[in-house]
């Protein structure tokens, strides 16, 4: 089963730009998994201009389903998520000024450097994943590096989709057969909406678990959270 993690980040922008605790990123988090996501994603950044540090604290102990932290491991960041230990840790290579992620790792070229963080991580006990672009080799480096997971960044599936979505899907299709093949779990986030999210879960069935915020987010204004999720879920199957 395809796992729904449900990124909140957009929830606590909304509480940001008016202050206070409205919308209540806490509570919005519970109505989640209450409504049946498998998962409760997060992507703290250093400006904090959605979800803040003290929002990762805070939604630690009401998490009750799996509970994923994303972002790019400086400093501030491997000190946070060493002091929380979710469930998950994704590795995002993102810049401080960057709006959101573009591009995943070169897993070749950074192999040092991911290789001591993930050794870190998981000495805590938690999942380690590395965001990718779908390319079979920066699926084979994350397993280098010593990875459980592999997120793969699908963007380029989901602005591709409309126009032709079996070559959009294809480099995604290989990139995860490769992760089967070396042994590596398999996440995928990034603009999968319910426009293109059954196809992709159908041609990658063993996706162990897909990210969604932001269309979510957008879907509830007109749906209600309930009912997206639920439509989510059933796209999953």
Known sequence: MTKLSVNINKVATLRNARGGNNPNVLTVAQDVEKFGAQGITVHPRPDERHIRYQDVRDLRPLITTEFNIEGNPIDSFTELVLEVIPKQVTLV??????????????????????????????????????????????????????????????????????????????????????????????????????ENLHFYHEMIPWTDEVSIGHAIICDALYMGLQETIKQYLQALQ
């Open 93 to 194: 290579p993102d810049g401080h000024d960057q709006i959101t992620s573009n591009h995943g790792w070169d897993t070749i070229e950074n192999r040092t450097f991911l290789t001591d963080v993930c050794k870190t991580f998981k000495a805590a006990g938690i999942r380690t994943s590395i965001f990718v672009d779908p390319d079979p080799r920066m699926v084979e480096g994350a397993k280098a590096c010593g990875a459980d997971r592999v997120e793969l960044y699908t963007e380029p599936y989901a602005s591709n989709y409309s126009a032709d979505r079996v070559e959009a899907i294809a480099p995604f299709i290989a990139a995860a057969e490769e992760a089967r093949k070396v042994g590596l779990g398999l996440n995928a986030g990034h603009d999968l909406s319910l």
